[in-house]
Structures are given as C-alpha cells and as structure tokens.
C-alpha cells in the first residue's frame, strides 16, 4: 500500500518545493515507485521537474474540478519520478471547490483508483491554508513540515499545527506529523539552532537530521529543470536529502531479483 506524504508550510520560500522534488528524486534512486502531486497553482514543482504547465492538456485543474481522471494527467519523467503536475488554472479551480459539497475529500478521492500503483506519494501543498492545502492534508497519511529556521519560522509551524487538528476532527483523524525537516541551515548562526530547539520544545515534534544546508547549487536546480541531487548529486544537499529519504522512508536499495544479501562474515 502507498504512504501518502503531505509537505505542508503556509509560508513561502522555506523549500517546500525543493524538498518534494528531492525526496521523490532520492527515493526514485532508490528503486521506488513514486508520485509526486503538485497542488500549488503557481506550479513551482511542475516548473522544477522540467514540464512547461502553459503546454499541458491535463493538469491538477482539471483533476480537482473532476474534467479527468488523476491517471490521464500523471506525467512520467526521465528520472523515474511520475508527476501530477499544476497550472495557474488551479488557483480558479480552489475558488469552484469552495461552492462544492465534500470539497475536502476531492483530492483524495481522485488519487483513489492509482495510489496502489506506486509506493510512495508525496504531496506539494500550496504556502497557504487554503482548500488545497485542506485537500492535501485530507489525502494524506502523514504530513513533513519544511522550515526554515529564522525568527518566523516557528510561529508559521504554529498555525500550519491549529490547521491540522481541525482537519484531524473534521476530515482525517488518522493524520500523522512525521516531523520537520530543517531547511536552508546555517549552523554557524546561534538563532538556527535555537528555532529548531524551539519547535521541538513547544510541539515536541522530530527534526529530523541532517539539517539541508543553504547552498546556491540547490538554488540552481529547478532553473534546469532538474533536483539538486541530478544537478549537483555530491554536494551537500543532495547527500542531506538522500540521507533524509533513508531515515524517513527506508530507502535503502533492496537487492536484486534472484539474488541473496551475502551474509555478514
């Protein structure tokens, strides 16, 4: 059975985007099946991934207003990842779903019929607590929140946790915090250290290790269309990410069809 990841911060610019591309990038690596759905109108990951959102038939929009069915409009990359990509119509599909009966559960009833078709689903929710976000949280099993570790960092995780204990009485119960995910680090700075400590104590949620670290390469990255781990697969984000995807997902490669571990001498 999929697990199915919601990465969720209202607030922008904490690399969101970034650490869903990566993850599903570091798992695809790893021999999974994954899926990556981007629910954000400004189709930040869908630009990321390479695939133009002005040149697509089907997209999120036409998913989330129930035009096409979620597996007509899944995009399958070079690198292995498939992608449920955005476009900037999405913003008007969010302002259809307000008027809609069951407008929370529609993302989760679309991926129904294909989420057993991969391992793992990792959700890019939109930076606000809107409808789309709601929707993503709603089909998940579980929620990361990247953060960016500077003063406002650990008041956006506040509200982003309020969000998720009303949709914890209302539309997913069973909805999970996986943890924190420590992004664009300086650990040179005292104030990075003590947002994460921080955000431990006030909501005694896991950040997980390592921190990614800041770094102009992973800046680069979605300019060519690519993750930082096929842009700039030795630096340091990318081993951060890598090491991210095993201690969260378990993704160490399973040996090959037919073939034994060798036993430990």
């Given amino acids: 059975?999929?697990?199915?990841?919601?990465?969720?911060?209202?607030?922008?610019?904490?690399?969101?985007?970034?650490?869903?591309?990566?993850?599903?990038?570091?798992l695809a690596e790893a021999g999974r099946k994954v899926l990556l759905v981007d629910l954000d109108p400004q189709a930040s990951l869908t630009w990321a991934c390479g695939v133009d959102p002005d040149?697509?038939?089907?997209?999120?929009?036409?998913?989330?207003?129930?035009r096409s069915k979620a597996g007509d409009a899944v995009i399958r990359l070079d690198n292995g990842v498939s992608l449920l990509p955005s476009t900037i119509d999405l913003a008007g599909a969010e302002m259809h779903l307000l008027t809609r009966t069951g407008r929370e559960y529609v993302l989760r009833k679309a991926l129904e019929r294909i989420v057993d078709d991969y391992d793992r689903v990792l959700i890019d929710c939109p930076p606000s607590l809107g409808i789309l976000t709601i929707n993503g949280l709603t089909a998940a099993d579980e929620v990361i929140i990247p953060l960016q570790c500077e003063s406002l960092g650990q008041r956006g995780v506040t509200q982003l946790m309020e969000t998720i204990?009303?949709?914890?009485?209302?539309?997913?119960?069973?909805?999970?915090?996986?943890?924190?995910?420590?992004?664009?680090?300086?650990?040179?700075?005292?104030?990075a250290h003590q947002v994460v400590d921080e955000v431990r104590r006030a909501h005694g949620l896991e950040v997980f290790d390592p921190p990614v670290?800041?770094?102009?390469r992973a800046?680069?990255?979605?300019?060519?269309?690519?993750?930082v781990l096929e842009h700039a697969p030795r630096s340091r984000p990318a081993e951060a990410y890598r090491e991210?995807?095993?201690?969260?997902?378990?993704?160490?490669?399973?040996?090959?069809?037919?073939?034994k571990r060798k036993k430990a001498s």
């Fill in 55 to 66: 040149a697509l038939d089907r997209s999120m929009h036409e998913v989330m207003l129930r």
């Fill in 165 to 191: 204990d009303d949709v914890r009485s209302y539309t997913n119960r069973d909805l999970v915090v996986s943890g924190v995910i420590a992004t664009m680090f300086d650990g040179r700075t005292k104030l």
């Fill in 213 to 216: 670290p800041k770094s102009v």
């Fill in 219 to 227: 800046a680069e990255a979605p300019g060519h269309g690519l993750s």
């Fill in 244 to 259: 991210l995807a095993e201690r969260i997902f378990g993704t160490r490669k399973r040996p090959a069809k037919g073939k």
């Fill in 1 to 26: 059975m999929a697990r199915v990841v919601a990465v969720a911060n209202q607030k922008g610019g904490v690399a969101k985007t970034t650490t869903v591309h990566s993850l599903g990038v570091a």
